[in-house]
Structure formats: structure tokens, C-alpha cells
């Protein structure tokens, strides 16, 4: 009750409206400093984040404006030389067209200017450029767009042209004037073709530089047994047997070694009932690997359940006793021993067997059993009495054990 007076006292001074200046800050304010700050925090980390995202965004939008700026150009440079090479061929008529008109003016004079010609001369120039005009379209062949075009110009809107681009001052310049006018004009006419195959080559580029290159990757035989052995377990998981049992047949023939999916079709032949495949499939591996003894000891579980058990103690005798798979061999070698009588053989299994677990009951009581067969009874009598001391026994093998040494009572 002290203590709650006091907190009581304290409260009812807090709440005074004198001398709260000397009253110290409760601790809760200063933690309103950091909530008060927090949405601010959050603005300023929102804005950076858009501005980056907006600095990428850009920079993004630059090397793209770029790259179609470097496409643009390569595009009107195809096209610009796809149109220098398709008006070569335009030179013999071009000069054919100047020869003409050279031929026909008297040599040793000035020719006159295009404003001093006479009107049939006009008309005479006018319809030699629309025959050189045909010739080189007809020799380009575009699609015929442009000789239709070319037919459709009248002849009073030639006639400017003429005059103004076949204005020469003096003979030196005449030939010169009359070609540079037929070469713009004959760029017009192979424009629209070479553009086209100028976008199709860019765009075919682009797609050969953007595709990825698919190379077929050859797997070794040893990825490729690996591989199969995966698909044999999934398939054997799954329920699919048959399945299982082609890719573990395959595994193994590209890749004998794989002693783990020979295991694994052997086991499945044994579970299937197929004794004569798994003895098959566990023999050749044996044979091929002696060093495996995982094959010696399925292959005598195989011959067990083939009710031959002079088969399976031989197989079991490949395996060494300093094996890790001693343990399981002497235990196999006892029961098949004692059921085809090598009780001799079978008391050497259980003695190992006691030496390695002591405190097993069932192997105090084996060789118990394999001595008394052999009636060597001292030492059978000693076994039951060591295996009656021992947890882990049955009740009808306490009460064979306690019958069997009430009638070695007597005998030493």
C-alpha cells in the first residue's frame, strides 16, 4: 500500500500547475521526435527513388534516340549508295543524250544560251529528255510506277526545267550541265525502290544482331545417364514402373558405373517379382564392379528369395568382414546358416555379432542354439544364460531358453 500512495502522491504533484518547469520530460515526448520525422523520411526517399527512376527512364530514352539516330544515318547512307549504283548504268544514255545534242550544233561556235533557242529547238531538247528519261527507267525497271509517272509529265512542265538546268555559258560546260540534270532526275525514279531495300537490309541487320545465336549443346554419356537416372526416379515416384524401368536400363548402358541406378532396377525387378531380371541385372554389375559389394548383398537377398541359400552364402562370402557391410553380412550369413544347418558357419556369424553388440539378446540366444546343435552344451548353457539376462527376448523364447537349461541342468 506504501509503495501506492507514493505513485498516487507523485501523480497529484504532476498535475499541479506550479513548478512544472523543474519537472523533468517524460520520456515520451522524445518519442514523438521520430514519428513527427517519419513521414518526411518517407517524401525524401520517395523522391530520390523517382528521381533515379526518372535519371534511368531517361538515359534509357537517350541511348535509344541514339541508336535510331545511328540507324537513320546507316539507312540514308545504304540508300545513297544503292542509288549510286543503280544510276551507273544511266551513263551511256546520259552521254548518248549529250553526244546527240552536241552533234547537232555547228562545231567551232559558242552554243547560244537556252534563252536565245528557238521554240522547235525547246521542243526537240524537251522530247530528247523524256526519251532518255523512258530508256532509264525501262532499264531500271522499278515496278512500272515510274515510267507511268515519267509519261504523265506534260511538256510545258519541262520546258522550265530545261531552261533553267541546261542554262550553259560556253561549251566547256554544256555536256556537264546536261548530265548532272538527267542524274537528279533519275533519282526520283530509283528513290522509292532503293529505299525499300534499303529498310529491308537495315531491318534484316537489326534482326541478325538482335536474335540469339541457339547452339545445340551435345551432353556427354555420363550427363546423359545422369539425366535418365533422374527421369527413372521421378517416373518410379510417380508410379510409372515401366517407364522407371527403361530409363534405368538406359542410364546403365550409357553409363555402366552408375551403380546407383543399377541398384535401383534391380530393386524394382525385386519388387515386381522379376528374380530372374534383378539376378541378371545384380550379377553383371558383380561382375563388372567386384569391389561393389552392395551387388553381393542384394544379390544374396535375390537368392534367398530364390530358396537358394548355398547361392546367397556364397555370394555373402565375397564380402570382407572389416567391410562396412559386415554388420548386414553376418546377420544374412547366421539365419541362411542356420536354415541350411552350417552350424558351424552360423555360430561364427553370432559370435561376431555378440562381439560387436554385446548387450543383443537375440544374438546371445543364436549362438546359443548353434552351439547346442553342435552339442557343445557348456558353452550353449553359458549363451542361454547370458541371453536370459539380457532385455529384449520374447516371451515363448524366455520360456525355450528356461526348458532348454532345465534339461542341461545336469550335464557339464
Given at each position: ?69 545511328s ?26 543524250a ?10 567551232g ?70 548530265e ?46 545422369e ?30 558405373a552408375?551403380?546407383?541406378a ?5 530393386a ?145
Open positions: 500500500m506504501s509503495v501506492i500512495n507514493t505513485m498516487l502522491k507523485d501523480l497529484d504533484k504532476r498535475q499541479q500547475p506550479h513548478g512544472l518547469d523543474e519537472l523533468p520530460v517524460p520520456p515520451l515526448q522524445y518519442r514523438q521526435a521520430p514519428q513527427s520525422r517519419l513521414p518526411w523520411l518517407l517524401l525524401v526517399l520517395l523522391s530520390l527513388l523517382l528521381l533515379t527512376l526518372g535519371y534511368l527512364a531517361w538515359e534509357r530514352y537517350a541511348v535509344l534516340a541514339r541508336t535510331n539516330l540507324l537513320q544515318q546507316d539507312n540514308q547512307a545504304l540508300t545513297q549508295e544503292i542509288a549510286t549504283g543503280n544510276s551507273t548504268p544511266s551513263g551511256g544514255s546520259v552521254e548518248r549529250a553526244a546527240f545534242d552536241v552533234s547537232k550544233e555547228p562545231s561556235h559558242k552554243k547560244p544560251s537556252a534563252r536565245q533557242e528557238p521554240s522547235a529547238h525547246k521542243e526537240s531538247s524537251a522530247r530528247q529528255e523524256l526519251s532518255a528519261r523512258q530508256e532509264l527507267s525501262a532499264r531500271q525497271e522499278p515496278t512500272g510506277l515510274v515510267t507511268t509517272q515519267a509519261a504523265a509529265v506534260p511538256e510545258s512542265k519541262t520546258e522550265p526545267k530545261t531552261e533553267l538546268k541546261t542554262e550553259p555559258k560556253t561549251e566547256s560546260n554544256a555536256e556537264p550541265s546536261v548532272s540534270k538527267l542524274v537528279v532526275k533519275s533519282r526520283p525514279v530509283t528513290k522509292p525502290q532503293t529505299a525499300a531495300e534499303a529498310q529491308a537490309s537495315s531491318a534484316k541487320a537489326v534482326k541478325q544482331t538482335g536474335t540469339m545465336a541457339v547452339t545445340e549443346v551435345k551432353l556427354s554419356p555420363e550427363a546423359m545417364a539425366k535418365r537416372f533422374s527421369q527413372g526416379k521421378s517416373a518410379q515416384e510417380g508410379g510409372q514402373l515401366s517407364q522407371a524401368v527403361t530409363d534405368f536400363s538406359e542410364a546403365i548402358s550409357l553409363n555402366p552408375l551403380h546407383g543399377r541398384q535401383h532396377l534391380a524394382l525387378y525385386y519388387g515386381q517379382g522379376q528374380l530372374g531380371e534383378a539376378n541378371k541385372v545384380l550379377e553383371q554389375g558383380l561382375a563388372l564392379y567386384p569391389g561393389e559389394f552392395d551387388y553381393a548383398l542384394m544379390l544374396a537377398r535375390v537368392l534367398q528369395a530364390q530358396d537358394d541359400s548355398q547361392g546367397a552364402l556364397a555370394v555373402l562370402g565375397k564380402i570382407p568382414d572389416d567391410h562396412l557391410l559386415a554388420k548386414q553380412k553376418w546377420v544374412m550369413q547366421s539365419h541362411l546358416a542356420q536354415q541350411a544347418s552350417a552350424f558351424t558357419l552360423a555360430e561364427e556369424s553370432y559370435r561376431r555379432l555378440a562381439r560387436v553388440e554385446p548387450n543383443q539378446a537375440k544374438w546371445w540366444m543364436g549362438l546359443a542354439y548353434a552351439l547346442d546343435s553342435q552339442q557343445k552344451f557348456t558353452g550353449a548353457k553359458q549363451a542361454y544364460g547370458q541371453a536370459l539376462g539380457l532385455p529384449g527376448l520374447s516371451q515363448q523364447a524366455s520360456d525355450f531358453i528356461q526348458q532348454r537349461l532345465a534339461q542341461l541342468g545336469d550335464i557339464e
